[in-house]
C-alpha cells in the first residue's frame, strides 16, 4: 500500500510517475500495465486541478497490489460532486474539422481502466480504478 | 523528460514524455513550422490527451492551410492511444 499526496499544479506529475514507477518495482507488478496506469493517473489528477478549483487541499493518490494488477485512488476534499464515469464520450469517428483538442482524457481513462469506481461523501470526491494483466479489452467493463 | 527538436533528417523528433506539464512546449515549438510536417515519434514513450490536443491543433492548422502532419516510427502502446481516440482516422500514421 503506498498513500501520497500532491499539490494542485503540473510540476507533480512527474513526482507521481516516479512515485508509481517505485511502487511497480517494489510489488513486481507486470510493466506491461504502466501505461495504462500512468495516463488513468494523468488525467484523473489533471482534472481534478483543472476543475476542481473550489479548494487548495492536495491531492491523495493510494495505490495498493491486487491479484494480477494494481488498484489506484485518487481522493480530493472540499470539492463539489464530479463522476467522471458519467461523461466520457466522444464521437472519434468525426471529420477533422469537428474533432476539437480537450475532452478525450476522461474517455481515455474509461477505455484503459479495467473498472472504475466514483465515491462521494460530505464534499470528498474518490475515484478508484483497476488494471490487470488477466483482463482483455473484451472483458473491461466501467 | 520530454524533448523536442529537429532531426538530421529535417523533421520533428520528439522522446520523451509528452504529458500535460509538457504539452505548452511541444505546442510552442510547433506553432513555429509551417507546411508539410512529419514528427519522428522513435523515441516517445508516452502520451496522454493534453499531447493528443497538441497534435490535433497543428493538425487542424496545417491542414487548413493545404498541408498535412504525419506521425513516423509509432511504438504500439502509443498507437493503441491513436486508434483509441480514432487518430488513426485522422492523421497519416506509421507505425514503428
Known amino acids: ?7 494542485r499544479t503540473l510540476d507533480e506529475l512527474a513526482r507521481i510517475v516516479a512515485d508509481t514507477e517505485g511502487f511497480f518495482a517494489q510489488h513486481n507488478i507486470d510493466e506491461s500495465l504502466r501505461m495504462k496506469v500512468d495516463l488513468s493517473l494523468e488525467e484523473l489528477f489533471v482534472n481534478m486541478i483543472t476543475y476542481n478549483t473550489e479548494t487548495d487541499h492536495e491531492v491523495m493518490v493510494e495505490m495498493a497490489p491486487i491479484d494480477g494488477g494494481i488498484a489506484v485512488s485518487l481522493t480530493d476534499h472540499g470539492v463539489d460532486r464530479f463522476d467522471p464515469t458519467l461523461g466520457g464520450e466522444v464521437d472519434i469517428n468525426a471529420p477533422l474539422d469537428e474533432r476539437e483538442p480537450g475532452g478525450l482524457g476522461l474517455y481515455l481513462v474509461l477505455k484503459m481502466a479495467d473498472s472504475i469506481h466514483y465515491e462521494y461523501h ?4 474518490k ?9 482483455g479489452e473484451s472483458e473491461q467493463h466501467v | 523528460m520530454f524533448e523536442i ?5 529535417g523533421n520533428v523528433a520528439m522522446s520523451g ?3 500535460a506539464a509538457q504539452a505548452a512546449t511541444a505546442q510552442s515549438f510547433l506553432d513555429r513550422i509551417e507546411g508539410n510536417c512529419a514528427i519522428d515519434m522513435a523515441g516517445l514513450d508516452y502520451i496522454s490527451s493534453a499531447g493528443l490536443g497538441v497534435l490535433l491543433r ?3 492548422r496545417m491542414m487548413g492551410g493545404g498541408s498535412g502532419l504525419e506521425l513516423v516510427n509509432v511504438n504500439s502502446h502509443i498507437n493503441d492511444i491513436f486508434s483509441y ?7 497519416k500514421i506509421r507505425v514503428k
Open chain 2, 58 to 60: 497543428m493538425h487542424k
Open chain 1, 1 to 7: 500500500m503506498m498513500k501520497n499526496t500532491y499539490a
Open chain 1, 122 to 125: 460530505n464534499r470528498v470526491s
Open chain 2, 17 to 19: 514524455r509528452l504529458d
Open chain 2, 85 to 91: 481516440s480514432g487518430f488513426d482516422k485522422l492523421f
Open chain 2, 5 to 9: 527538436d529537429f532531426n538530421d533528417s
Open chain 1, 127 to 135: 475515484i478508484t480504478f483497476t488494471n490487470r494483466t488477466d483482463v
